[in-house]
């Protein structure tokens, strides 16, 4: 009976990671085709000219490796990368970045590492990606659903007290490395990844939050081995200008609001 209730779950698990997909239970095939079905023939959408601001626009980056660019140059990460992409509409616009993210944080040490600071409620965009060290750690999904919710607020209060001045980004699948592949089932990494991503994007979805998803860019990093940094394991350069593609055009429409 209990092999019978854990097939049950786990066949559920990977139906719902699919939306409801009448197909056989999720593999690492499969993430590959919805992978590149999703990024298919897709466009950069336009990034709009950022108004011309008077003072500097003052930018705070929250999260993890995914933030600090484990593995690429200073230049290379995504919120370098956003700055830049940003200042390029209107070069009479200057920017300040302030990063706040290590390698391996989980949400309670950004929690920790954000409390610790002097920070003032100034930011004009705030970005947040965090949760991959959650699951890789093998902490309790509680802990995302109740610490979460606590960094969206912060980073809000943070961002002028205008939930219209922050991003919210989805969690790399670092299940398409060579480090995924050699540690685990990509299967089982995936499934776990999309657990995280859909609490995170329903939470934002029902409060008004921008989510931006960038997972199914980092499902090509099998296929596509510029995608991935040299350490095997996190984003590259390319990956990271992929991120900004999507991410720009929301950050310049906040900036304008």
Not at 83 to 91: M, P
């Amino acid at each position: 009976m209990k092999n019978k209730i854990k097939i049950t779950i786990v066949t559920f698990l990977a139906l719902f990671a699919v939306s409801c997909s009448t197909e056989s239970p999720i593999t690492e095939t499969r993430l590959t085709s919805i992978a590149q079905q999703n990024t298919a023939n897709e466009l950069p959408e336009p990034i709009p000219v950022v108004k011309t601001r008077a003072n500097p626009i003052q930018y705070l980056a929250l999260g993890d490796s995914y933030t600090i660019g484990q593995s690429v140059c200073e230049s290379c990460r995504f919120p370098v990368q956003l700055k830049q992409s940003l200042q390029n509409t209107n070069v009479n616009n200057s920017f300040t970045l302030k990063i706040i993210a290590q390698t391996g944080w989980t949400t309670t040490n950004l929690l920790s590492a954000i409390n610790s600071q002097n920070l003032m409620p100034d930011y004009d965009l705030v970005t947040l990606l965090i949760g991959v060290n959650n699951q890789y750690q093998h902490k309790s999904f509680s802990i995302y659903e109740k610490e979460f919710p606590e960094l969206v607020n912060k980073s809000i209060a943070l961002a002028k007290g205008n939930k219209a001045n922050l991003i919210v980004v989805s969690i790399p699948d670092y299940a398409f490395t060579p480090f995924g592949q050699g540690s685990r089932t990509s299967s089982s990494i995936s499934l776990e990844i999309d657990a995280y991503n859909a609490f995170a994007k329903k939470y934002c979805e029902e409060n008004s939050i921008r989510f931006i998803n960038i997972t199914d860019i980092t499902r090509k990093g099998l296929t596509n081995k510029n995608l991935v940094a040299q350490d095997g394991l996190h984003p590259s350069e390319e990956a990271y200008r992929l991120f900004v593609e999507r991410i720009s055009p929301k950050a310049a429409g906040s900036l304008n609001n």
